[in-house]
C-alpha cells in the first residue's frame, strides 16, 4: 500500500482490512473470470482489480465497500471467536477479534462512511 505510517492504529488495521478484502475479491472474481469467461464476470473482475487499484494509489473507497468490510471483519472475528474458545487463550483472541471490528468501524466513520449497522455497536 502506499500510505504514509499512520500512528493512528484504528487506521492501521482498518487499513489492513480495507486491503485484504479488496485483494480477495478481486481474486475471488479474478478467478471466476479465467474459468467462466463470460464477459460480465470479467468486467466484474476488472471493476473489482479498479477499485484496489484506486484504495491503494489513492486511499479511495466506495461507502458499500466500506460497509462490506465491516460486515467481513464482523463474520471473521465470529469465526476467530468460535476457533478461539477451544483453546486455553480464546477469551484474549476472541477480545482481539472484537477489538478489530470496531476499529474497523471507528475509522470508517471518522472518514465519513455511513455504515449499515451504525445502531449496533457492541458486536
Keep these: 500500500m502506499n500510505h504514509q505510517p499512520d500512528e493512528d492504529p484504528d487506521a492501521t488495521v482498518a487499513r489492513e482490512a480495507i486491503d485484504e478484502y479488496l485483494t480477495a475479491r478481486s481474486e475471488h472474481w479474478r478467478q471466476i473470470a479465467i474459468a467462466t469467461r463470460d464477459s460480465d464476470r470479467q468486467?466484474?473482475?476488472h471493476a473489482a482489480e479498479n477499485r484496489l487499484t484506486r484504495w491503494r494509489e489513492h486511499g479511495?473507497?466506495?461507502?458499500w465497500v466500506a460497509n462490506d468490510v465491516v460486515e467481513a471483519a464482523?463474520?471473521?472475528?465470529?469465526?476467530?471467536?468460535?476457533?478461539?474458545?477451544a483453546t486455553p487463550v480464546g477469551s484474549a483472541v476472541a477480545e482481539a477479534a472484537t477489538q478489530r471490528v470496531q476499529a474497523v468501524r471507528r475509522w470508517c466513520r471518522a472518514q465519513g462512511y455511513v455504515l449499515a449497522d451504525d445502531v449496533a455497536e457492541g458486536e
Design 43 to 45: 468486467a466484474t473482475y
Design 60 to 63: 479511495e473507497l466506495d461507502s
Design 74 to 85: 464482523k463474520q471473521n472475528a465470529a469465526r476467530e471467536r468460535r476457533e478461539a474458545m
